[in-house]
């Protein structure tokens, strides 16, 4: 097994893209990392270069602390598992998974005993001698699995394994993956670009966005599932992780006899908060504040922060996610803002998570309350989170 450490790590494609930028993280000895993002963050640029398939422009990479960045590929003991499943469709899964293992020469005997481990493990003892076409999508990527688990290498890179499966077997490969990374004890760096999935999985989860120079990083956070939902650095990290994401609204704050004053940019709403020595240096100014659909609750008419009409209402069972306009600017999360370039005009549509018993009605109205004690609070200029 290895420790794995990207030290200051950036990538520039010869048309000047800035794909990568002043990334640094280190990733422990058997440790789960996530990469997540949307399109274009570089996360799986950050996978192909720990993989020595791309070359760096600056920084390097560790593994057990020593240095890999110039080793060749086929020397860095790293076994890669891809979204498409790239199996031999002629050969057996027996043969697919062996084959690795017979380019290197290596004895029959001890050859058949880690392909059969390796199939018992994942299930796939009574498909040895099917071909590909014969078999699941999730079977397939337990094949692709077994190739990289019977070399035994010091870490496993995952390149969005599960994006080809349907949504049902996606839930259960999660499940799977997990129980084998903790049966195994391999060090594991897994990209994919579903929150859900890396907040289910990740010991830890970095969380990335796309660069414009190379003045920034794309590592926006490093946590744990739990500290980046609790705890988010940023407006992007905030607005990224949850499932519905954040809201985020306006808030002209005022200081008024050790309280502070919240008013939303744009409406008539307003609310007291006790005094915050982080959060009142900003009296006086404007801040974003961000509130989880999870954070509203329906309430009395008389007890209402919001009392809007509900024009959409999406009932799933277990939650109802109902959405509302609030006549306040929307936020952009990609990019810290100058406030005053942006309009004070337009509306602003929330979610909020309700039990389905309090489903309303198309269009009717429904007051809602917000636990104002877990509010989530922004620099809008820089985009920071302001804490204590």
């Known amino acids: 097994m290895a420790s794995m450490t990207f030290d200051g790590i950036g990538k520039t494609f010869p048309d000047g893209t800035v794909a990568v930028a002043n990334v640094s993280f280190s990733v422990a000895d058997g440790e789960f990392v996530v ?3 949307p399109s274009g963050c570089g996360k799986s640029t950050l996978l192909r270069m720990a993989a020595g398939l791309e070359t760096l422009n600056s920084g390097r990479l560790l593994m057990d602390d020593a240095d890999v960045t110039e080793t060749e590929p086929q020397d860095r003991d790293i076994a890669m598992v891809f979204q498409n499943y790239a199996l031999y469709p002629h050969m057996t899964v027996y043969d697919n998974m062996a084959f690795g293992l017979q380019q290197r020469k290596m004895p029959k005997d001890k050859i058949d005993k880690l392909v059969r481990d390796a199939a018992e493990m994942l299930d796939l003892a009574r498909y040895l001698e099917r071909k590909p076409g014969a078999l699941s999508g999730g079977q397939r990527q337990r094949v692709a699995m077994g190739r990289a688990i019977v070399r035994h290498p010091m870490a496993f890179l995952m390149d969005e394994p599960l994006s080809n499966l349907d949504a049902k077997l996606r839930v259960q ?13 391999v060090t594991t760096l897994y990209v994919t670009h579903d929150q859900v999935e890396a907040m289910t999985m990740g010991d830890r989860v970095a969380v990335l966005k796309p660069v414009f120079n190379g003045q920034e990083s794309n590592l926006q956070q490093i ?13 992007f990290v905030a607005g990224f992780i949850g499932s519905p994401a954040m809201n985020f609204v306006r808030i002209e704050l005022t200081a008024e006899a050790g309280t502070l004053k919240a008013a939303i940019t744009g409406t008539n709403i307003s609310f007291a908060i006790p005094a915050q020595p982080a959060l009142s240096v900003f009296a006086g100014r404007q801040v974003i504040v961000g509130i989880r659909p999870e954070m509203f609750k329906v309430c009395p008419e008389a007890e209402a922060l919001f009392n809007e009409q509900i024009p959409v209402a999406e009932a799933l069972g277990a939650d109802t996610f109902v959405f509302f306009d609030i006549a306040s600017p929307p936020v952009n999360i990609n990019d810290a803002e100058d406030t005053e370039d942006f309009p004070n005009k337009g509306k602003n549509r929330l979610v909020a998570r309700i039990p389905p018993a309090l489903t309303p009605r198309p269009h009717q109205v429904l007051p809602l309350t917000v636990d104002l004690e877990k509010l989530h609070w922004f620099d809008p200029v820089t985009g920071a989170a302001i804490r204590d």
């Open 223 to 235: 946590d744990t599932p739990q500290k980046l939902y609790d705890k988010p650095s940023n407006l």
């Open 173 to 185: 490969m999660r499940g799977e993956l997990k129980l084998l990374n903790q049966r195994l004890g």
């Open 35 to 37: 990469l997540v993002g």
